[in-house]
């Protein structure tokens, strides 16, 4: 088999085998095939698109290119969620010990984020002692004992799809549904799960801006998903401005644990009891949706969720105490409230640039070796439709630094704009696919 053979195939509108999937895959992560081949054979499928069999193939070619998770010895069904990502978006803290709460088996492999603020692994360590540095046996005992862990990602899982996605990400090949879609797959396949719940956000603040993309992306990721045998669900949300109110480290977590005591803020409460409810389901736990809210709501009434957080902090060496007093998490030095030059109706916020202002208080990692700074962060008070007179606080942005603080509270006022008129909010959950 010849890559140049099958680039010219895929470039004449040709449709790829199985075979030839996989010989290409497995010879690009193995470095034989060059990048300049594998460019080539990305545009042509950008331009001419895969068919369903050809996504399925990537999607497992990829899939299989490294380690495979091996959950097995983990008793029960082992359920994982996937957020596409978005603007304080701190699902996981508050999601995990919830439905673990429920007896669903949360066995996740996470990284770190690069970007607006640190993903779930950075957030966890705001609690002081939290490691994610466990061995696989901690992992599986863990998971069996208590019902959750998180790890570090130690294994090498899909080293085909972050070579692929390297490559598509300065040719221009990003953008393609069934790239997309085979991309992130092929990495959940590869975390072992039998069950997988997918949030795919749309909207200013997410990957996919538009809500008919989103719709199909999710789709596509559900039927790949059970061509693999797993269990699927996908839910669509907005991500027009920021999940919650807080964006930062240490400022998600503690509104992850408010979320737990019974607190939280009404859209992250939906997301989190919807996203929920498709878990408890695939973890075989409830029958339907009204029964599996119920369970979740009961976690939450009584305690069990925020003392799973708890367990969970401290199986992995953190400060549980932490959980239950929140004046221990990192505190900034500098809180200071961002005031409104305007007044009216907020109409939009610019999602971006929320998580921009974090990044530049410090709380993000612009490149993989940057420190992250776990206090820093905003806090907003004011989201769309809700009505702002002038002089009155929009924000509170916790810094440590007062040149930063400077930057991002410039930044920020000029994320907003204003309506005379009410302003309608527009649906959180666009829908659910099952
Ligand atoms: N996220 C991924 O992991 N892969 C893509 O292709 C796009 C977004």
């Given at each position: 088999m010849r890559m140049y053979d099958l680039i010219m195939k895929k470039r004449n509108g040709g449709v790829l085998e199985g075979d030839e999937i996989d010989y290409m895959i497995s010879e690009y992560t193995a470095g034989n095939i060059p990048d300049y081949q594998m460019s080539a054979m990305m545009m042509a499928v950008y331009f001419n698109g895969m068919t369903e069999k050809e996504t399925a193939d990537l999607t497992m070619a990829m899939a299989h290119s490294g380690d495979m998770l091996d959950l097995?010895?983990?008793?029960g069904v082992k359920v994982d969620k996937h957020s596409t990502g978005g603007v304080g978006d701190k699902t996981s803290i508050a999601l995990a010990p919830m439905v673990a709460a429920c007896g669903v088996k949360i066995a996740k492999m996470s990284g770190r984020g690069l970007g607006h603020t640190g993903g779930t692994i950075d957030k966890l360590e705001?609690?002081?002692?939290?490691?994610?540095?466990?061995t696989s046996e901690h992992f599986i005992n863990q998971v069996n004992e208590i019902g959750i862990s998180i790890m570090g990602q130690t294994l090498d899982l899909a080293p085909a799809d972050k070579k692929l996605y390297a490559l598509r990400d300065v040719t221009?090949?990003?953008?393609?549904m069934s790239l997309i879609a085979s991309s992130i797959m092929s990495k959940k396949l590869a975390s072992g799960a039998d069950a997988i719940v997918l949030d795919v956000k749309t909207g200013?603040?997410?990957?996919?801006?538009?809500e008919e993309d989103a719709f199909t992306l999710a789709k596509e990721m559900v039927k790949l998903g059970k061509h693999a045998g797993r269990n699927m669900a996908a839910i669509v949300s907005d991500m027009?401005?920021?999940?919650?109110?807080a964006v930062g480290n240490a400022l998600e977590v503690k509104e992850a644990i408010e979320t737990l005591r019974g607190k939280g803020p009404s859209d992250f409460v939906e997301l989190c009891m919807t996203l929920g409810a498709q878990m408890i389901i695939a973890g075989g736990m409830a029958k339907n949706v009204e029964q599996a809210t119920a369970m979740l709501r009961d976690v939450i009434a009584d305690g069990t969720a925020l003392d799973k957080l708890a367990a969970f902090v401290e199986a992995q060496g953190?400060?549980?105490t932490a959980v239950y007093d929140t004046s221990l998490l990192p505190e900034a030095s500098i809180i200071e409230e961002i005031v409104s030059e305007k007044e009216g109706y907020?109409?939009?916020?610019i999602c971006d640039e929320i998580g921009i202002c974090s990044l530049i208080l410090g709380?993000?990692?612009?490149?993989?070796?940057s420190e992250i700074d776990l206090a820093v962060g905003l806090v907003l008070h004011k989201k769309v439709g809700d009505y702002v007179k002038m002089g009155e606080s929009l924000a509170t942005i916790h810094a440590n630094d007062l040149n930063k603080l400077a930057q991002a509270k410039e930044r920020f006022l000029k994320a907003y704009s204003f309506s005379d008129k009410p302003v309608e909010r527009s649906e959180f959950i666009k829908g659910i696919l099952v």
């Open positions: 097995s010895a983990i008793e705001s609690f002081s002692g939290f490691s994610t540095g466990i221009a090949t990003v953008d393609n200013s603040g997410a990957f996919m801006k538009n027009d401005q920021p999940l919650g109110f953190g400060d549980a907020v109409e939009k916020i709380g993000g990692r612009e490149t993989k070796e």
